[in-house]
């Protein structure tokens, strides 16, 4: 096995009902993969966040004492949980992230795979140029984990033990506040901007057609997009902020000669979002001429409509090269999968102006990347910058929002504890379902006993007003426990005392059993 082991962990939880499940969630520790050792995180050039390093060395502690005392950790898993698992450009280079990306028309075929697997009930896919992260609900935590795993590593053809030291991974209540920073822009490489909110609406649209994007998925992202709706309008986070298409302008700025567009002649390839942002930042950095190269003409136009002030020389992708070899800043921001521009097609190209310092710059924003990273100044006379090199840009940006990024963190956080009252209000459904049950039972058992007594003189009618009054009477009996099951999920303290009564009733009338051969055969039909 590699010098860097991966520690998989989870907080023991009480094998007794009479603990209520939302304390049992409470208890569960933060689950992550990180390096054992920190030396070797280093080595590998992974940096994972201060919070995921502690919760997982708190999980080791927990496993060690659980293995210690010879308990089984896979038969005390009593309800789904909510998986978070992936890699972001805060932890994995962008050679693997390409790998692994996933097109938003794949995202339904994933969503499918995914669910194909025995332990997973639910998935999500959010797929962007700084992060891949797979959301499941899974059956079975531990064995969801490694079927996650075993597609990530199927889908990308990436080996699993490289990709293991740069994933991280969370569950439950971790995996919930993790997607909601991530939509309120607090968890981007440029904190605080626009673009992650739209791709995390964007899974919640693509979703709606999926079968596999379930109730518990569906409503965590929807509780995501109002969280990062929130935090945008109610903090300053958002203000004066910048992009990953705005951070790759001023990089540009920032090499060039004199910190100027002046004299340099810039070409951006792809005429899609990121695309007309940098349009837009270049413009007020003082570049009003702009050569734009796409697949197709109409979205080039409409790009340039909106940029009247902007002098636009549009070309087709077929004269991509010759555009190329007369610019000096170039821009790669297309949707392409593969690489458009090798290091063979600019070592043919002339050499850039002095005025721009004898070198050819490439911004390649794009993953895939779409510009080859061989291209050097000593063999092409040519550099390439990917979105990795922007955080020379973004630290200072991270630096000046950390007050709004503060705010932000008490609005995520009601937003989570509204999520996680709603979803602690899904658990007395089986509990519901179960005590009719078991009443339906009793009832039809004890009709059928008394109707066998009274024998064979009673008429139809007779016999449906029995059956009648033992409906009422069930009905009756059963109003007020199924009063105190049902919660609406908005008041988190009316849940908690929700859950308690559940916990009662199903001590009282002995449900454990019923509840879990439901959820067995739920799963099985899950599956079919």
Same mark, same amino acid.
């Given at each position: 096995m590699a010098s860097t082991q991966i520690l998989r962990a989870t907080c023991l939880t009480s094998s007794q009902r009479v603990v209520s499940v939302k304390q049992q969630r409470q208890n569960r520790a933060v689950t992550v993969r990180v390096a054992s050792e920190p030396d070797a995180?280093?080595?590998?050039?992974?940096?994972?966040?201060?919070?995921?390093? =502690?919760?997982?060395?708190?999980?080791?502690?927990?496993?060690? =004492? *659980?293995?210690?005392?010879?308990?089984?950790?896979?038969?005390?898993?009593k309800k789904s949980s909510i998986i978070a698992i992936g890699l972001t450009i805060h932890n994995a280079p962008v050679e693997l992230r390409e790998k692994l990306a996933v097109p938003e028309p794949e995202w339904p075929r994933a969503i499918e795979e995914l669910c194909a697997y025995p332990h997973i009930e639910e998935a999500a896919v959010l797929s962007t140029c700084n992060r891949l992260e797979i959301y499941v609900v899974g059956l079975s935590y531990h064995r969801a984990v490694r079927e996650v795993e075993a597609w990530m590593s199927k889908a990308s053809g990436v080996d699993l033990e490289e990709m293991r030291p740069h994933l991280f991974l969370l569950r439950d209540r971790d995996a919930t506040a993790h997607l909601l920073r991530v939509s309120g822009g607090l968890d981007s490489l440029v904190m605080g901007e626009g673009q992650?909110?739209?791709?995390?609406?964007?899974?919640?649209?693509?979703?709606?057609?999926?079968?596999?994007?379930?109730?518990?998925?569906?409503?965590?992202?929807?509780?995501?997009?109002?969280?990062?709706?929130?935090?945008?309008?109610?903090? *300053?986070?958002? *203000?004066?902020?910048? =992009?990953?298409?705005?951070?790759?302008?001023? @990089?540009?700025?920032?090499?060039?000669?004199?910190n100027t567009f002046d004299d340099a002649t810039v070409c951006i390839i792809g005429a899609g979002k990121m695309s007309k942002l940098l349009v837009k930042h270049l413009h007020s950095k003082g570049c009003n001429r702009i050569t734009l190269l796409n697949r197709s003409l109409p979205r080039c136009e409409a790009l340039a409509e909106e940029f009247p002030d902007v002098e636009f020389d549009v070309h087709l992708m077929p004269e991509m090269m010759e555009c190329v070899k007369n610019s000096d800043v170039i821009f790669a921001a297309s949707g392409s999968e593969e690489l458009l521009i090798h290091a063979v097609d600019v070592a043919e190209m002339p050499k850039a102006p002095d005025a721009v310092g004898g070198v050819r710059r490439f911004f390649d924003i794009s993953v895939p990347r779409n510009i080859a990273p061989d291209i050097t100044v000593d063999s092409c006379g040519s550099i390439v910058y990917n979105v990795d090199d922007l955080k020379e840009v973004v630290a200072a940006n991270t630096e000046a929002r950390a007050k709004a990024a503060a705010e932000a963190e008490v609005l995520l956080k009601e937003e989570q504890m509204a999520f996680e009252a709603w979803r602690?209000?899904?658990?007395?459904?089986?509990?519901?379902?179960?005590?009719?049950?078991?009443?339906?039972?009793?009832?039809?058992?004890? @009709?059928?006993?008394?109707?066998?007594?009274?024998?064979?003189?009673?008429?139809?009618?007779?016999?449906?007003?029995?059956?009648?009054? =033992?409906?009422?009477?069930?009905?009756?009996? @059963?109003h007020g426990p199924m009063t105190a099951l049902r919660s609406d999920g908005a008041d988190p303290e009316a849940v908690k005392q929700t859950l308690a009564n559940m916990?009662? @009733?199903?001590?009282?009338?002995?449900?454990?059993?019923?509840?879990?051969?439901?959820?067995?055969?739920?799963?099985?039909?899950?599956k079919k």
């Open positions: 995180a280093t080595n590998v050039g992974v940096k994972l966040p201060t919070t995921h390093v =502690s919760a997982s060395q708190n999980a080791l502690k927990q496993i060690e =004492s *659980s293995n210690a005392q010879g308990i089984n950790r896979y038969a005390m898993e992650i909110l739209a791709q995390v609406k964007q899974v919640h649209k693509v979703g709606q057609s999926c079968n596999g994007f379930g109730r518990h998925l569906n409503g965590l992202f929807k509780q995501a997009v109002t969280a990062g709706k929130r935090v945008r309008s109610e903090t *300053s986070i958002a *203000s004066g902020a910048v =992009s990953v298409s705005s951070a790759a302008a001023e @990089l540009a700025q920032l090499k060039l000669p004199g602690d209000s899904l658990e007395t459904v089986p509990t519901i379902k179960a005590l009719r049950s078991k009443a339906e039972a009793v009832r039809s058992a004890e @009709l059928d006993k008394a109707l066998n007594k009274l024998g064979e003189g009673m008429t139809n009618k007779q016999k449906k007003a029995i059956e009648e009054l =033992s409906k009422s009477i069930v009905n009756k009996l @059963l916990d009662a @009733l199903e001590r009282m009338f002995e449900l454990g059993q019923i509840i879990e051969e439901d959820r067995l055969a739920s799963a099985s039909r899950s």
